[in-house]
């Protein structure tokens, strides 16, 4: 125990001020995000960036391709919450069926590529891993672009499997911040589920 103190310890010593950075900008983003409000998109944009080279430089691939799908992402979610000018703002809602299969298809073909990509095009050492990671992440953000209540469920199995990851590429702030964003993201859900609740008593 003793031991992985002292490396964590010399883990945060050794974090650069970038990280430290893109960490305060990831959380901004998800607190944003759990309170509903498209500022999350901008500061999102931000923090991947920085990401990207990050994650690059750790040799966690398919981590940076998640993070440029982030940017892309953010985009087409940014677009798509605000509002027209002939129709009301995207609103809170559950899945449906063919969301649900998008969604499934996203995460297990998504992994299923990016492994290959991995395998047997960069000099990966956690391929299985980082593709997992990824294409689970891809389609929380999917969801979530959509205003779909199940995107907490995405983003959360994702985070729980990032953590050790990050630790294991000497990622500390990375692993923190996303134990910080599994927790959050309970929190998101249960706020989404509330929102949701309050739309359709307004309805009626």
Known sequence: MHNLITLF???????????????ALGVAEVLLARVNNIWLYPTGILATVLSI???MEAQLYAESALNVYYVVMSIYGWVYWIKKRDQPPVKVAWSNKNEWLISLAISLGGWAVLYMLLKNFTPSNVPVWDAFVSSTAWAGMWL???RKIENWIFLNI??????PLLFYKKLPMFAILTVFLFIVAC???FEWKKVLKKDREFET
């Open 144 to 146: 979530l672009a959509r």
């Open 158 to 163: 994702s985070n729980l499997f990032a953590v």
């Open 53 to 55: 080279v990050l994650l």
């Open 187 to 189: 929190f998101g859900y």
């Open 9 to 23: 310890i010399e883990q945060i010593k050794e974090t650069t001020w970038v990280q430290w950075l893109a960490v």
